[in-house]
Nanobody, 122 residues
């Protein structure tokens, strides 16, 4: 049984930082594609960053140079370090996983999802 549990969201002023965590069980974060997505009410969910089993990362242009995706294999946890936050980064952030060592293109439906953690930037 795969479970992804996010934490670390909150309210922060523009320019601030947050680190999101995604604790995984039933699946190895280092052996599979892991991703972060976000969704704002009334808008489609969008991919933010993804990390494959070889350490390759994909980060969307809107957060490039501000967000970093990484993992702690010993803790089997995925992270998203978010710096220089902007109001447009506000949304519900979800951790997701694909049972594949390589990450698919954005738009592919990931296999497993967490419950989400809210990020609000004012």
């Amino acid at each position: 049984h795969v479970q992804l549990v996010e934490s670390g969201g909150g309210s922060v002023q523009a320019g601030g930082s947050l680190r999101l965590s995604c604790a995984a069980s039933g699946l190895s974060v280092s052996s599979n594609c892991m991703g972060w997505f976000r969704q704002v009410p009334g808008k489609e969910r969008e991919g933010v960053a993804a990390l494959d089993s070889a350490g390759g990362t994909t980060v969307v242009d809107s957060v490039k140079d501000r967000f970093t995706i990484f993992e702690d294999n010993a803790e089997n946890t995925l992270y998203l370090q978010m710096n220089s936050l902007k109001p447009e980064d506000t949304g519900m952030y979800y951790c997701a996983a694909v049972r594949s060592p390589w990450c698919p293109a954005w738009g592919y439906e990931y296999n497993y999802w967490g419950q989400g953690t809210q990020v609000t930037v004012s």
